[in-house]
């Protein structure tokens, strides 16, 4: 099916790709001081040094870039220029990053898959995806062979840019290069699905991690637990969070927010209210995504009792409330006409410091169920 899934995009992105070029980790953090193109905090020659002070203060043109960098180029060691391209990725200036890596083909340094594995990470701070498939297409040119980190980096843009289609297509590539797939690898690839709502394809990556005996931890369980709350299967997000106390997977606050949120979306308030009570066996602590997806859970099913509970339980464990934790009790006492507590609530409401954002975004009026206003 995942392969289904992406032979169309991929065939049609590459058609793209020739007609265009006309969890990431960054080589920043791999050792230092040696020549095999790996970065070092040693290598920062004057004209690096330069360059980076420079762009503090205005914005460089590739001409310029060139010019910097022209009278050190001949003498660069290859640790140098990953060194350069780490610094402008933690800088967030990949075009800049762009522009070192162009200026040293055209001055005919060897460039190496650590250098263009710094450029494809730079390419992240942006999301600018089509530039990093463009750095993997060439390259194959160069027959330089992509490792796991140039991939996953590659993926990690693609999920940045929101292109979970494009995303699969290079995680396909990377089993017919007979390239090591691991844990961050999928992480980001059930990133991109989760946030495209792709709860299928987020579990058929679970599974094959399992087969291909990749670890998951808590960011890939989390992940597929939040693309199940986003296709509103909560029952499937329970069984995922099941499979992680199986596999003695740590659980964090994010994962039962995502489990919670999808129980609230599928009216589950009970099988929220345990999943709360789950949080405190584990000493997690809950916080206002929390509390606000439990609230809005017990809002559909009409308990407002539980709500208002679950408000003044807020204050008890020093939880703050916001817009839409007042919006969701004053909903709830609004459906079982709870006239008096509902006014009594948005009076609270107003006294709380919401002015100046009730003011401007007009959440007085809107936000309020209508019949609040009306009775």
Known sequence: MLKHWTLRWRTLHKRRLLQQCGRCRCQSDVGGGRTDGRSGSSFRSPATLRLLQALQTRTLREAE?????????AKWRPGQAT???????????????????R????????VNVFHY?????ACRVSGQWQTALSLLHEMDQRSLRKDTITCGASISVC???????????????????????????????????????????????????TRQQVVKDTISWSAGISACEKGAKWQVALVLLQEMSSNEVVKDTITFNASISACEKGGQWQ???????????LRLLPTSVTYNALISACEKASTWQVALR???EMAEKDVQKDTITYSASIS????????????????????????????????????????????
Not at 65 to 73: D, G, N, T
Not at 85 to 101: I, R, T, W
Not at 271 to 281: P, Q
Not at 341 to 365: C, I, K, P, V
């Open 65 to 73: 870039v060139r010019e910097m960098l022209a009278p050190e180029l």
């Open 83 to 101: 060194q350069i391209l780490s610094d402008l990725k933690a800088a967030g200036k990949p075009e800049v990053a762009l522009d070192v890596l």
């Open 103 to 110: 200026a040293m083909r055209s001055a005919r340094l060897a």
């Open 117 to 121: 594995g710094a450029s494809i990470s």
């Open 159 to 209: 999920e940045k840019g929101g292109q979970w289609q494009v995303a699969l297509g290079l995680l396909c590539d990377m089993s017919r290069a007979k390239v090591r797939k691991d844990t961050i690898t999928y992480n980001s690839s059930i990133s991109a699905c989760e946030k495209a709502g792709q709860w299928p394809a987020t579990l058929i990556l679970l599974s094959e991690m």
């Open 271 to 281: 099988a929220a209210l345990r999943l709360l009570a789950g949080m405190e066996e």
């Open 310 to 312: 679950l408000f003044d």
């Open 332 to 375: 709830a006492c609004e459906k079982d006409a709870q006239w008096q507590l509902a006014l009594s609530l948005l009076q609270r409401w107003r006294q709380m410091r919401f002015h100046r954002s009730l003011l401007t975004s007009g959440t007085d009026h809107h936000a309020m169920p209508s019949s609040v206003w009306k009775n």
